[in-house]
Each structure stands twice: as C-alpha cells, then as structure tokens.
C-alpha cells in the first residue's frame, strides 16, 4: 500500500477522519448495536454504502491529481459528492474532515496541484482531498480507494469500544475479518477512476443519512439546554 494513503488511514493523522463515529453512536443510542456480535453487520453495511460512495471518489480524486487535470473537474467532483450525500449532517462532517486533511496536507505535500483543488473548492470533502492526496504522492486510485475505505469502518470500531466499553481485542478482529471486503470495495471503486464524476458509484444508505440528521438534532438540542 502507498505510503500517503497508509498516512492518511494512521490514527495520529491530524485529519480527523479515525474518529468519525460514521452513525455508530446514534445507532448505539437506539440500542442495535450492544455488543460484537452486532457490530459485524453494521460496519460492512457502512463498507458496501458510505465507505464505497467514499472510495469510489477519493479514487477518482487521485487519477485526476496524477493526471494534473484542468480545475474544473475538482468542482464536478464536489458537486458529483454533494449531490450523493442528501444528509446535510454528513456533508458537513465530510466537509469538516477534509478541511482538517487539507490543513494537514498542505504541511506535509504542498503541490501545485493541492493549491488549484483547494482554489476551486476550498472546503473540500474528505474522500476528494484524501484520493488528491494519495495522487500527489503517487499512489494509485486504489490504494486511496482502500485509504478511505478503511476509515469508514475504523472510525466507527473505534468509536464502539469508547461508547460501548467493547473489548478493543474482539472489535479489531471484526476489522481484521473484512479485509476481504475492504480489498473488493477498493477494486471496485478503482475501476471507475477515470470515469467522468456523473458516472461514478452511487450506492445510498438512507438509513446513516437518517442516523447523522437524528445525532445532530439530538446535540442542538443539547446546547439549547446548556445555554439555557
């Protein structure tokens, strides 16, 4: 795997995008995941719908850094993105993950090619700025693919041993056992790469789209009553 992208999926990477629970803490509060036997579910159906919108276009972001191409396309492919996220709750978490990861990368890889995507879309979604990324580096549309991919069910295993008191050891080995999963969705989201961003994957996840406008409810709520 390229380094960037291995970078990028490490925890210590200021980019925020390990600790992004990815629904779970709104589906732990409704009860349906309690232990670890329910996580299983729930992370690969997270992989199969979020993690491969994700991968499919941080895949598509590295082809198009590697390629240098004109900055129009960075802002086909945040429209592309936006218009696959109907929950304003989750393009905002996008959006606030890839303004840390772009942060973080201008540090560590400053390109010309960083600075026109940032140009045209200077609050970019994570998936976008991390494919980038990984093109910069010179990394192939699946390594950021599988970058990606694996943060959309790292985060929420993370977050189910801090919420749920989960023991770390099993929560790791359901991570572990969807290695198969996480090297089919990346395969998947690579072959559509170059294709134009009208194109690319589609999958819905209606019920996390649900999860995240519920969550964010729940916490406005929660300030209004502190600030009261």
Same mark, same amino acid.
């Given at each position: ?21 990815? /629904? @779970? ?6 009860? +349906? ?6 996580? =299983?579910? !729930? ?8 993690? @491969?919108?994700?991968?499919? !276009?941080? &895949?598509?972001? &590295? ?22 996220? =109907? ?14 990861? &772009? ?13 026109? @995507? ?5 609050? =970019? ?5 991390? /494919? *980038? ?8 549309? !699946? ?9 959309? #069910?790292?985060? =929420? ?8 008191? $989960?023991?770390? !050891? ?5 991570? *572990?056992? $969807?290695?198969?999963? +996480?090297?089919? #969705? ?13 194109? @690319? ?6 019920? $996390?789209? $649900?999860?995240?406008?519920? %969550?964010?409810? %729940? ?10």
């Amino acid at each position: 795997m390229d380094p960037v992208a291995l970078i990028l999926s490490d925890s210590r990477f200021p980019g925020g995008g390990h600790v992004h629970s990815g /629904g @779970l803490e709104e589906v732990a509060a409704r009860g +349906l995941v309690r232990s670890e036997r329910d996580l =299983p579910g !729930f992370l690969f159906g997270r992989l199969r719908t979020a993690g @491969l919108l994700a991968a499919a !276009f941080a &895949a598509a972001s &590295a082809h198009a850094a590697a390629r240098t191409v004109e900055s129009v396309h960075w802002r086909r492919l945040d429209q592309e993105l936006d218009a696959r996220t =109907p929950s304003l709750a989750q393009r905002e978490a996008s959006r606030a993950q890839g303004r840390g990861t &772009a942060r973080a990368g201008r540090a560590a890889w400053p390109s010309s090619v960083l600075s026109q @995507l940032l140009a045209e879309t200077p609050r =970019p979604h994570h998936p976008i700025i991390s /494919g *980038a990324l990984v093109g910069i580096g010179g990394g192939s549309p !699946f390594d950021a693919a599988m970058a990606v991919a694996y943060l959309a #069910v790292s985060g =929420p295993a993370s977050a189910a041993v801090r919420l749920l008191g $989960l023991d770390p !050891f099993a929560v790791n080995a359901v991570v *572990a056992r $969807l290695a198969g999963p +996480l090297r089919e #969705v990346s395969g998947q989201a690579a072959e559509t790469a170059g294709a134009d961003p009208a194109d @690319l994957p589609a999958p819905a996840s209606p019920a $996390l789209d $649900l999860f995240a406008e519920e %969550h964010t409810r %729940h916490h406005q709520e929660e300030v209004r009553l502190f600030a009261s």
